[in-house]
């Protein structure tokens, strides 16, 4: 199992541009979720999904978007990129309510 | 609304000594999680406390869950550098636990020296 994948590592946006970060799992787990965390910070939900077809918004949703049309795959949108959007960026994945597992982050960079 | 504090957020410690991280909650929850994250790394689980009293172990590593005192607690016993990391604490809100969603803490930052 590759367990949470994300793509890509690394990514530098200018203010005004869009991108999507991957998100895919391979455990068949219902849930999954999208985190933000800042420089010496937890993390922060920005959306979920209980399953394909139900996404719900977290603590920090504005600015973003998700969608699930799949079991495997969670996306998240940004639209519009802002420079407070520089942070690192967690999927995770869980089977109900069961431990959070999570992809190895993407670090984004809004200049 | 949902708070998580940890304390301390910074602990220096000499290898062999012993410490405890507090995780202090504010509202209901029969769930508390605890993470390792290692720098520019990604979130590792550690323990899963689902019940008052849970208590488990792993290595140098023990947590403990009083949810009547919305209190977790994560002892160090012994410590070796290998355990220099962040820890966080986080917490599923019983309201709405169907979801799962998870409220961190701002994280305690180990650094064990020799």
């Known amino acids: 199992n590759a367990g949470v994948t994300q793509t890509p590592k690394f990514r530098i946006l200018k203010i005004g541009q869009s991108m999507t970060l991957q998100c895919a799992q391979d455990?068949?787990?219902?849930?999954m979720y999208w985190y933000r965390q800042d420089p010496g910070m937890g993390l922060k939900l920005i959306y979920y999904?209980?399953?394909?077809?139900?996404?719900d918004k977290g603590e920090v949703p504005n600015g973003y978007n998700v969608s699930r049309s799949t079991t495997e795959d969670f996306p998240l949108r940004l639209e519009l990129a802002a420079p407070s959007q520089t942070s690192v960026y967690f999927c995770?994945?869980?089977?109900?309510?069961?431990?959070?597992?999570f992809g190895p982050g993407t670090r984004l960079t809004v200049l | 609304e949902l708070k998580v504090e940890q304390n301390p957020l910074f602990l220096s410690m000499q290898e062999g000594k012993n410490y405890t991280i507090y995780c202090n909650y504010s509202?209901?929850?029969?769930?508390l999680y605890w993470y390792r994250q290692d720098p520019g790394k990604s979130l590792e689980s550690l323990f899963v406390?689902?019940?008052?009293?849970a208590v488990k172990q792993e290595g140098r590593l023990m947590a403990s869950l009083d949810t009547k005192a919305r209190l977790s607690t994560l002892h160090i016993t012994a410590a070796v550098h290998d355990l220099s990391a962040t820890y966080f604490c986080?917490?599923?809100?019983?309201?709405?636990?169907?979801?799962?969603?998870?409220?961190f803490g701002t994280g305690t930052l180990l650094a064990v020296q020799p």
């Open positions: 986080a917490v599923s809100p019983s309201v709405g636990g169907a979801t799962n969603k998870l409220i």
């Open positions: 999904s209980v399953g394909a077809g139900i996404t």
């Open positions: 995770a994945s869980s089977y109900s309510q069961y431990e959070q597992f």
């Open positions: 406390l689902l019940s008052n009293g």
């Open positions: 509202t209901t929850s029969d769930r």
């Open positions: 455990m068949n787990h219902n849930y």
